[in-house]
């Protein structure tokens, strides 16, 4: 069963590329991956702010879950030594482009993350931003991104946060979630999420992704109340209120 799940995942995501709906440049041109970037680290201007991509000059770094390659490139112009596995082939081409367009050097590689093909701690970093939950079997990918990291090294995960500010107002607007139709969507709690990285020491939680204003629903009388009324209205509340309810459940953590 998770044989054939695994298969339907690399279908889905063959076809569906994470941010393609903004893009207005040609598909794999240079303009195509700056948008690409550009959009992701507006939407996700708290990524660089709790992940430092310049510090980890001379490291091994695993990207479970690549997708284009955005976040790697990050890693790699900062001197790290990168390594981006992804099981759709559509994704590592785009990933491979991305690279060479950018004269950067990495290993990028069609594979399964939850049966990945490297020895037991062969690398410094392992990171999964937003690809546990869209995985046939979580547990066995975590199990394996800890069995390739080095001891002492750093493993850096996001989940999708269930009781979220997100997940609450999709069932009030009934807007449906981006891949909302993706053969797998899971979503955590803290509690649960930590439970999960039991098999991790010294783990530490940081709730992410509060709203701002979209492109991608801009539209519409619903995507104006978003953008004028609930964007400023979340912004002006108490921090400590808010920051349970984030979209985004980053972990740090250690084996």
Avoid at 109 to 130: A, I, Q, S, T
Avoid at 225 to 235: C, K, M, R, S
Avoid at 239 to 249: A, D, E, N, Q, Y
Wanted: proline share 4%.
């Amino acid at each position: 069963m998770s044989g054939a799940l695994t298969q339907e995942i690399a279908r889905y995501w063959n076809e569906r590329i994470h941010d393609l709906a903004i893009a207005t440049h040609p598909i794999g041109s240079p303009g195509f991956f700056e948008e690409l970037d550009e959009y992701r680290f507006d939407k996700l201007s708290y990524l660089p702010q709790v992940v430092d991509f310049s510090a980890y000059r001379g490291k091994t770094i695993l990207e479970v879950g690549c997708g284009a390659g955005i976040d790697l490139v990050r890693f790699a112009k900062g001197g790290a030594i990168v390594t981006g596995v992804d099981l759709s082939q559509t994704a590592i081409d785009l990933a491979s482009q991305n690279f060479a367009q950018r004269g950067l050097a990495g290993e990028l590689r069609v594979m399964d993350g939850e049966k990945l093909e490297y020895p037991d701690d062969r690398f410094d970093v392992v990171y999964g931003h937003g690809v546990l939950q869209y995985a046939a079997d979580p547990e066995q990918m975590l199990a394996e991104m800890k069995r390739v990291l080095k001891p002492g090294g750093e493993a850096i995960f996001m989940v999708y946060n269930r009781i979220s500010w997100l997940n609450a107002m999709r069932r009030v607007t009934k807007v449906r979630l981006e891949h909302e139709d993706a053969p797998v969507l899971r979503k955590y709690s803290i509690g649960e999420f930590k439970r999960m990285l039991r098999p991790f020491r010294d783990v530490r939680i940081v709730v992410e992704r509060f709203p701002v204003k979209s492109r991608l629903h801009a539209g519409g009388l619903k995507g104006f109340l978003y953008n004028t009324l609930f964007v400023g209205a979340f912004q002006v509340m108490p921090k400590f209120l808010v920051r349970p309810f984030g979209w985004h459940i980053m972990a740090f953590a250690k084996k």
